[in-house]
Nanobody
Framework: VQLVESGGGLVQPGGSLRLSCAAS????????MSWYRQAPGKGRELVAT??????RTEDSVRGRFTIWRDDVVKKVYMQMNNLKPQDTAVYYC?????????????WGQGTQVTVFP
């Protein structure tokens, strides 16, 4: 199983980025997909999550970040608008199978997002 993130980079406050996560080696449909982030010196935190029917974004990014998935191409995306310096972090893609399918979890290698004045 491989999760490969892309789309990170340097951006000024107020700017936008779109992250992509390409999955391979798993069925994808039925997997719970999430984006996490880890800022320097901090723990990894959930940013947004999506399954087959629902999606959710955390309070810190709600209204600015959007998550969606394309099961045909096995990708999950996150559009990040109105970026702030506190959004600076390494962003990770996460996949989790349903409990009925074993509950296996997988992580991508991360992509750096830096928001600087």
């Amino acid at each position: 199983v491989q999760l490969v993130e892309s789309g990170g980079g340097l951006v000024q406050p107020g700017g936008s980025l779109r992250l992509s996560c390409a999955a391979s080696g798993l069925t994808f449909t039925g997997y719970h997909m999430s984006w996490y982030r880890q800022a320097p010196g901090k723990g990894r935190e959930l940013v947004a999550t999506i399954d087959d029917f629902n999606f959710r974004t955390e309070d810190s990014v709600r209204g600015r970040f959007t998550i969606w998935r394309d099961d045909v191409v096995k990708k999950v995306y996150m559009q990040m608008n109105n970026l702030k310096p506190q959004d600076t972090a390494v962003y990770y893609c996460h996949a989790r199978a349903s409990v009925a399918n074993g509950g296996a979890e997988y992580w991508g290698q991360g992509t750096q997002v830096t928001v600087f004045p």
